[in-house]
């Protein structure tokens, strides 16, 4: 299976910019048959890092292991009021239960990234948020799992973790004390997937008071690209209105991800990133039109650029 395939690239948030869906799986599992209230918290670990990159393809296509990916809603703690722009943060061990950047991982990734098996997505409109990785190896006496680390806009903080059913190492008395955490697992054509919804500590009516007391929506624009054709590089002017997450990627006019040059909370004002004309992985691609596309809030925009060599 080819690389393409394999990845969920970070454009399933960008619904209907570039006539793309977001994704979700539609599976039902030990998490989902819960009580409704607040997912209940596990441990951090020790394996966690506060420079995670912002993308929902943690693992590198050549990384062993089986292809899994992980889709689910964040609401309020009754279940059913998404949580937009919520932070969500995953990291996991490899197929050997091996962690990188805290220790010397023996895997298949073939682009030295530092961060394979982390990254950190944004919730969209509707709460939903997805990734795409490889099943974590046994780390010595657990489970299989995911950690989980969610930040509501507000700074609501929700620290746990994701388990698997039928796993050998899950026990009755484990499972009794972390069934809100265990999801069932599907497989199609090799590639697993489930779903983990999130409840935060956090009531639709302090969301509802929360969005009353905005003076207005979170807005933004892009001031402008320059030069426009361009031949080595562009500067890519935009001013936020207020703090919040900005995402800014480049796409061709088909929808095919290119790259993305922000993914990090912003203060307000006016900022500027350059491009260089350049893909994901440093080269330096083909002449033609391409689209610089920003996320703020549960705002989208874009803007036609030229590349010519």
């Not at 489930?194 to 624009?221: K, T, Y």
């Amino acid at each position: 299976m080819g690389k393409n395939n394999l990845q969920l690239k970070r454009r399933t948030f960008l619904k209907g910019t570039v006539g793309l869906l977001g994704s979700g799986f539609g599976l039902f599992g030990l998490n989902d048959q819960r009580n409704c209230g607040p997912t209940q918290s596990d441990m951090l670990g020790p394996y966690w890092s506060n420079e995670h990159p912002s993308r929902t393809v943690l693992a590198n296509s050549d990384e062993p292991g089986s292809r899994i990916r992980i889709s689910g809603i964040v609401t309020a703690d009754d279940c059913s009021t998404p949580i937009a722009n919520a932070l969500v943060d995953v990291w996991h061990a490899n197929d050997q239960g091996c962690y990188t950047i805290f220790q010397n991982c023996d895997s298949g990734n073939s682009d030295n990234d530092e961060y394979n098996l982390r990254g950190i997505m944004v919730t969209d409109e509707n709460g939903n948020y997805s990734f795409e990785s490889i099943l974590p190896g046994y780390y010595p006496g657990r489970p299989r799992h995911f950690h989980y680390k969610i930040t509501t806009p507000s700074g609501t903080e929700l620290v746990t973790q994701c388990y698997f059913d039928n796993d050998s190492l899950i026990s009755d008395a484990f499972a009794s004390n972390h069934g809100d955490l265990i999801i069932s697992l599907n497989e199609d054509n090799g590639i697993l997937s489930g779903m983990f919804n999130i409840s935060m500590n956090q009531s639709a009516e302090e969301l509802s008071l929360e969005n009353s007391n905005q003076l207005s929506p979170m807005d933004f624009e892009i001031e402008s690209a320059y030069p426009n054709p361009f031949n080595n590089s562009i500067k890519i002017d935009y001013s936020l209105e207020k703090r919040g997450y900005v995402d800014i990627e480049i796409f061709d006019t088909n929808g095919k991800w290119i790259k993305n040059l922000v993914g990090s909370l912003m203060s307000g004002g006016k900022h500027v990133v350059t491009w260089i004309g350049d893909d994901d992985n440093g080269n330096i691609i083909s002449s033609g039109t391409y689209l610089v596309v920003i996320r703020f809030g549960t705002r989208i925009k874009s803007k036609k650029i030229n590349l010519i060599k």
